[in-house]
């Protein structure tokens, strides 16, 4: 049912998109006229379609690994579904507010901001962030700078969801374009700031349209009274980056813990230590000292904050490994009687695809 009716909104939206010629029109085939409120459309479509697909989304979250979402599994759509995810689980729109944070370093410093302004507001933003962006976050808190903060050497996990497909596909359509049934319960939020911000949606049409406009005008457009001329640019081929290259998730393990040191053998070529999604609260912060060995072989040093905005997602990882045979010993140098360090099981790379055999 959830991929269901997320088809069934992307066609819907795509169908829209047939209108678009009518909103454009150019005599310059270097450019293309768009009037400013089809402008502001598109871009309040995105906002609104972002934070329509973050919301459909979260009932399924991490529930449906490797597999379809069943027809007997109804997720519920109403005009109060919004302001009920807005109001008991904010965090849910981590991605909505990162982008956010982006947007005020664009409105503060202009968009030439560098990658280490995007970084360092993010990184010390008060919310709450998980995997690939909480730990770019310890990266960066940690002295590790854009891009290597998140490189999958250095970050091991990945997010996407329906919010993204949904804010691509209503950019092209536009606002007005969302199906009625999609855009219930919208008007309730809008003025809403999201979690750690005092941005709504509101402000981000607002400041995404003044965004547009700069970048039109950086570019070789023109901003006329009630249209703006934006030009046709050849697109360029960006080098590929290809991330966990040779690297398949074949098995995982369940460490032990003896004398404060967690240990656990393997063979493949890599892993990833799992710790819970949201940490473990302590009544007092504290930083484990730890130091990881591979094979008797000291490997690296890593600090745990048991802070939640400052915790390592995934607390430790190792990959082009040789092939074979490995055993890890994860040593906690100031153990105390009152947190611990947290895990789950270690997920195991080997360099081929698993098969199942018949």
């Not at 053998?265 to 890599?270: L, P, S």
Request: include cysteine; aromatic fraction near 12%; charged fraction near 25%.
């Amino acid at each position: 049912m959830f991929m269901k009716n997320l088809l069934v909104l992307l066609a819907l939206l795509i169908t829209g998109c047939s209108s678009l010629k009518k909103e454009e029109k150019s005599t310059d085939v270097n450019s293309i006229t768009l009037s400013k409120e089809a402008l502001k459309d598109k871009i309040k479509g995105a906002w609104a379609a972002q934070t329509i697909g973050v919301t459909f989304g979260i009932p399924a979250e991490f529930k449906y690994n490797s597999t379809m979402i069943q027809d007997n599994r109804i997720l519920l759509w109403n005009d109060s579904s919004m302001m009920v995810a807005y109001r008991n689980n904010p965090g849910a729109y981590d991605d909505v507010y990162m982008d956010l944070t982006f947007m005020k370093v664009i409105e503060e410093k202009g968009i030439d901001a560098t990658a280490q302004a995007f970084a360092e507001a993010f990184a010390n933003a008060d919310y709450k962030l998980w995997f690939a962006n909480q730990t770019a976050r310890y990266n960066i808190l940690n002295g590790l700078t854009p891009p290597e903060s998140g490189h999958w050497l250095n970050n091991p996990c990945a997010d996407c969801n329906p919010g993204t497909a949904g804010a691509v596909l209503a950019a092209i359509a536009g606002y007005k374009n969302i199906p009625d049934f999609w855009k219930q319960g919208l008007n309730k939020i809008e003025n809403f700031p999201f979690m750690g911000t005092t941005v709504s949606l509101l402000d981000a049409y607002d400041m995404s349209y003044r965004h547009a406009e700069e970048m039109i005008k950086r570019n070789g457009g023109e901003i006329k009274e009630n249209e703006v001329v934006i030009r046709v640019q050849e697109p360029e081929t960006v080098p590929l980056e290809v991330a966990f290259k040779g690297h398949y998730p074949v098995g995982k393990v369940v460490p032990r813990t003896i004398n404060n040191e967690i240990v656990f053998e393997f063979e493949g070529i890599g892993f990833a230590l799992a710790a819970p999604a949201d940490g473990k609260g302590y009544k007092q912060n504290y930083v484990f000292e730890t130091e990881m060995y591979i094979d008797s072989a000291l490997v690296e040093k890593v600090k745990l904050p048991t802070e939640i905005n400052k915790r390592r997602f995934t607390p430790f990882w190792k990959y082009q490994l040789p092939k074979g045979k490995h055993k890890v010993v994860i040593k906690i140098l100031n153990p105390v009687d009152f947190a611990q360090v947290n895990y789950l099981y270690a997920v195991i790379y080997g360099d081929q695809p698993f098969e199942i055999k018949l």
